[in-house]
């Protein structure tokens, strides 16, 4: 707390601010954004395993907030500035994933000085704003962090041992095991990177057999597919919240059809981005000589 106490010492409103903004650099629209642009116009094949690692990092993060369930900082006498986060404050998701994202895409662009410096600076400046805004305590980022950068690698590493092209297949293997676990806890956040992981999953393996979209294009045509694919994703997610409940919505602790609705909005999301997407550019974008 007297760390905290300590950061919030210098609060202004441009480094609260600045903090809010760093901030989102650990949540799941910057994923999303991410994903999207180098799944649908850079390396498909890449981005499914990082999605995938990340995606599998946010399912076990899930699931160890709910057992350890320690209140937020701002709970017990801190600040909240600009933000008050739901759930437990231990391990902290924003820094898990920055985690995730750092050590897989550090490896993958590693020549590139500019992306190493960005994933250093993430992996540093997203948990400290989350310390900056009262949402966590130290201890809590530095084990997401840690998390985060072993989770991320063991994923990846595990769709990818042995060189063989078999990722579509080997991201099918822990989806019983999801289903299984969402059926004795029922978690808002174990339903939501649930349904992402199984529709992400289910929707690329389809991709891989059937369609086969090749995501090289020209300039205007790759931009043209991010503002369609995020549209539409955006709109499935924020969309059906006016067509069926959802978790958050719900006052009381959600039944399990709330968290169904849940598990479906965001498995629908994950077979657009890999399915869904690629199958309407295949037919809008054909290709010419």
């Known amino acids: 707390m007297q760390i905290i106490e300590f950061l919030q010492s210098f609060s202004n ?4 601010w600045t903090m809010r903004i760093i901030t989102e650099f650990g949540d799941q629209y910057f994923f999303i954004l991410l994903g999207a642009v180098l799944y649908w116009t850079v390396d498909k094949k890449f981005a499914f395993k990082l999605m995938i690692a990340y995606l599998g990092s946010a399912f076990i993060n899930g699931g160890l907030k709910a057992m350890i369930n320690k209140p937020r900082p701002f709970e017990v006498g801190a600040r909240p500035i600009l933000q008050q986060s739901d759930g437990s404050s ?3 998701g924003h820094a898990q994933a920055a985690g995730s994202l750092a050590i897989n895409l550090w490896n993958e ?3 590139s000085k500019w992306i190493r410096g960005f994933m250093i600076a993430m992996v540093i400046l997203v948990p400290l704003s989350r310390v900056y805004l009262g949402q ?3 201890e809590d980022v530095l084990v997401g962090v840690v998390l985060g950068l072993i989770l991320g690698s063991t994923f990846m590493f595990l769709l990818g041992v042995g060189n063989f092209d078999k990722e579509h297949i080997r991201a099918l293997y822990p989806i019983p095991v999801l289903i299984i676990l969402m059926a004795f806890f029922h978690l808002e956040p174990l339903f939501v990177a649930g349904g992402s992981y199984i529709g992400l999953a289910t929707g690329y393996f389809i991709e891989k057999k059937y369609v086969r979209y090749k995501v090289n294009a020209p300039a205007l ?4 597919k991010v ?3 995020l549209v539409v994703a955006i709109g499935l997610k924020e969309g059906l919240k006016l067509v069926f409940p959802y978790s958050a919505s719900v006052d009381i602790n959600p039944t399990f059809l709330d968290l169904s609705f849940d ?3 965001y498995f629908l999301i994950g077979v657009w981005a890999s399915l869904g997407m690629m199958w309407v550019s295949k037919k809008l974008f054909k290709r010419t000589k």
């Open 90 to 92: 231990m391990p902290s």
């Open 136 to 138: 966590h305590y130290l």
């Open 221 to 224: 045509i790759q931009v043209t």
């Open 227 to 229: 503002v369609l694919g």
């Open 109 to 111: 662009y590693y020549y």
């Open 263 to 265: 598990f479906l909005r």
């Open 13 to 16: 409103p441009v480094l609260d």
